[in-house]
């Protein structure tokens, strides 16, 4: 036998002993007329429902079944069966129904909020549609129509001080059959055995903003509740606030390294970023050689300037705002501040521009000094709620 023989019946051989112990199974790939088959599924789309919409409904395409074929639907739910104590999905009773499938293989199911049993947002259940050619299961839940945020000033969330500043609860009503046409009825109370009593200009036209203000809360009282109520098409949405005011803080506490001359001279008190002294953002520098804090020149124009009073270790320790403003109006302010007198800190006053939330308070204490090079502190900054949304 030939050399070149031999070789291919061993090639031959090694390849019949690799397919027989291959485990990996081949199938079929099913062809009409030399062309394959692609199966697509049975889908559907519904309305979406929410804790104050009447119904829901579905429209189902198949796309195995025929025209004619007898269907039956109905909504299954999380239920404990007669028989054990662990939950299943099982038919919801009432909800059960049938038809005839159209030519089209399209058909649409509504059911009341009262068939789907649906009571708590989040709450769900499922579509199921069968026949003897299709089938089709579909999960969906309760969405709640109506949401409060926490407390806001300019978008952003804050806490609830004891201040006259208001922040606001942002109340909005979403249905998906519709608009919402009622309004939103808001109540607090400043403790559990108080009456309810009106929030702000109570009720609203939503979406509505309720107001919340130190002020609100009564001397010895921290705590107020809120119930925010909103009704369309039978049903009812109750939401619950609880806020506990806060003694006033301030809102930012960064540290940065001041540098005689060079890009890091000053720093924008906004964002804690380090600029030369002479930029038009720098609100805080050092600069002609010295290390004096005092606010930029090219920025302490048109009305805005920054001054200072010397405190203690003591009140910057306590990071109360109410504080902090009192001992500056009892104290001298003063245009510069010196990092080696003292304790080293300071509370600042801060006008930025023309309005009282361009006004900001905040406190200064001194890490360290590197005599005629730098000065590196660490600053409270931002008072009111409007600063936390100017704040970086």
């Given at each position: 036998?030939?050399m070149?023989?031999?070789?291919?019946?061993a090639?031959?051989?090694?390849?019949?002993?690799?397919?027989?112990?291959?485990?990996?199974?081949?199938?079929?790939?099913?062809?009409?007329?030399?062309?394959?088959?692609?199966?697509e599924?049975t889908?559907?789309?519904n309305?979406?429902?929410?804790?104050?919409d009447?119904?829901?409904?579905?429209?189902v395409?198949?796309k195995?079944a025929?025209?004619g074929?007898?269907?039956g639907?109905?909504?299954?739910?999380?239920q404990?069966?007669?028989?054990?104590?662990?939950?299943?999905?099982l038919?919801?009773?009432?909800?059960?129904?049938?038809?005839?499938?159209?030519?089209?293989?399209?058909?649409?199911?509504?059911?009341?909020?009262?068939?789907?049993?649906?009571?708590?947002?989040?709450?769900?259940?499922?579509?199921?549609?069968?026949?003897?050619?299709?089938?089709?299961?579909?999960?969906?839940?309760l969405?709640?129509?109506?949401?409060?945020?926490?407390?806001?000033?300019?978008?952003?969330?804050?806490?609830?001080?004891?201040?006259p500043?208001?922040?606001?609860?942002?109340?909005?009503?979403?249905?998906?059959?519709?608009?919402y046409t009622?309004?939103v009825i808001?109540?607090?109370?400043?403790?559990?055995?108080?009456?309810?009593?009106?929030?702000?200009?109570?009720p609203?036209?939503a979406?509505?903003?309720?107001?919340?203000?130190?002020?609100?809360?009564?001397?010895?009282?921290d705590?107020?509740?809120?119930?925010?109520?909103?009704?369309?098409?039978?049903?009812?949405?109750?939401?619950?606030?609880?806020i506990?005011?806060?003694?006033?803080?301030?809102?930012?506490?960064?540290p940065?390294?001041?540098?005689?001359?060079g890009?890091?001279?000053?720093?924008?008190?906004?964002?804690?970023?380090?600029?030369?002294?002479?930029?038009?953002?720098?609100?805080l520098?050092i600069?002609?050689g010295?290390?004096?804090?005092?606010?930029g020149s090219?920025?302490?124009?048109?009305?805005?300037s920054?001054?200072?009073?010397?405190?203690?270790?003591?009140?910057?320790?306590l990071?109360?705002?109410?504080?902090?403003?009192?001992e500056?109006?009892?104290?001298?302010?003063?245009?510069?501040?010196d990092?080696?007198?003292?304790?080293?800190?300071?509370?600042?006053?801060?006008?930025?521009?023309?309005?009282a939330n361009?006004?900001?308070?905040?406190?200064?204490?001194?890490?360290?000094?590197?005599?005629g090079?730098?000065?590196?502190?660490?600053?409270?900054i931002?008072?009111r709620?409007?600063?936390a949304?100017?704040?970086?």
């Amino acid at each position: 036998m030939k050399m070149k023989n031999i070789i291919l019946l061993a090639f031959i051989s090694l390849l019949a002993f690799i397919v027989s112990c291959s485990k990996v199974p081949i199938y079929d790939i099913p062809t009409v007329d030399g062309k394959i088959i692609i199966y697509e599924y049975t889908n559907s789309t519904n309305t979406g429902i929410t804790t104050l919409d009447p119904s829901i409904s579905f429209t189902v395409t198949f796309k195995t079944a025929k025209a004619g074929d007898a269907m039956g639907y109905e909504l299954l739910a999380q239920q404990t069966p007669p028989v054990g104590t662990t939950k299943q999905w099982l038919p919801l009773a009432g909800s059960q129904g049938s038809f005839s499938m159209p030519a089209d293989l399209k058909y649409s199911i509504t059911f009341t909020r009262a068939q789907t049993g649906l009571t708590v947002a989040a709450d769900n259940r499922k579509l199921s549609v069968w026949g003897p050619m299709d089938s089709h299961l579909k999960q969906f839940a309760l969405a709640a129509a109506t949401t409060v945020t926490a407390p806001q000033s300019g978008g952003k969330d804050v806490t609830v001080t004891q201040t006259p500043d208001t922040a606001y609860f942002n109340v909005k009503v979403a249905l998906k059959s519709g608009p919402y046409t009622g309004t939103v009825i808001a109540k607090r109370k400043n403790g559990k055995n108080d009456a309810w009593v009106d929030a702000g200009a109570s009720p609203f036209t939503a979406p509505a903003a309720v107001p919340v203000s130190g002020n609100d809360f009564a001397p010895g009282k921290d705590t107020m509740y809120y119930e925010f109520t909103t009704s369309q098409n039978g049903y009812t949405d109750k939401i619950t606030k609880t806020i506990v005011v806060s003694v006033p803080f301030f809102y930012k506490k960064r540290p940065v390294t001041l540098t005689l001359g060079g890009t890091k001279a000053g720093v924008n008190l906004l964002s804690n970023a380090t600029m030369k002294a002479d930029s038009s953002n720098a609100r805080l520098v050092i600069d002609g050689g010295v290390l004096i804090l005092h606010g930029g020149s090219a920025w302490a124009v048109g009305g805005k300037s920054i001054d200072f009073v010397q405190s203690s270790l003591a009140t910057y320790a306590l990071n109360n705002v109410n504080i902090a403003i009192a001992e500056y109006a009892a104290g001298t302010p003063a245009a510069t501040a010196d990092p080696a007198v003292g304790q080293g800190v300071y509370i600042f006053k801060m006008i930025d521009g023309p309005t009282a939330n361009d006004v900001f308070y905040g406190m200064i204490k001194v890490l360290t000094i590197v005599p005629g090079i730098s000065v590196g502190i660490e600053y409270r900054i931002g008072n009111r709620y409007a600063h936390a949304a100017v704040l970086k």
